[in-house]
């Protein structure tokens, strides 16, 4: 699965540490309670220097909805984590490869020097960057192994989408059209992932309606920051 789901899943990661958010000093007022644990406005500026970062994007580009949508992906977590709580690091192989994802997006830092300097402008460290990686993974892994065994896609969902979806795409961009042998399991997997995302999506409702969840009236105007 694409860690990035960010779109969706992407939004599965965990920020506990308490940094210095984009103009340097130390903030740690509660933003929100969600079933008695806070998240912080460090928390939360973390999180949007990590997805600067992850996206490849400038710190200080971020409107007031994207700040919101931000919070909001650390409530979800935090509902998800009171579910399936990672109790194992992920492993070193896979953070390291995630990592170099990571830097793939940033050509001006490839040196370690750049790198570091880069992460430093974010408010970030290595480590933190590695912990949160790691977690994001481990979660992941927690879900899917929750959701996926219940997602069934049979032949005429992959037949219905190569009728319907692929074939008038190909058509579209002028494309030769492929056999459906050729690409039923490719077809098969997406529709797979897209089934993964609804259920998640389905389960984070139901675990905010049965939650207590509480954002201080002050958290909306730091959104327009």
Known sequence: MNLRLHTGLAFLLCAALAVPCFGGAIVDRVVANVNGNVVLQSDWEQELAFEALL???P???FTSEERKRALDRLIDRELLRE??????AAPADQVAARIAEVRKLH????SDNDWRSLLQRHGLTQSALEKRLGEEIQLMKMV???LRPSIQIDQHAVETYYRD???PQLKRKGEPEVALPEVFGRIKDLLAEQRLTQLLSG???TLRSASHIQTPP???GDQNR
């Open 55 to 57: 996206d490849a994007r």
């Open 59 to 61: 710190l200080d580009s």
């Open 83 to 88: 579910q399936v709580r990672p109790t194992e």
């Open 107 to 110: 050509p001006g830092a490839t």
């Open 144 to 146: 899917e192994a929750r």
């Open 165 to 167: 979806e692929l074939l």
């Open 203 to 205: 389960w984070i409702a």
């Open 218 to 220: 002050a958290t909306a």
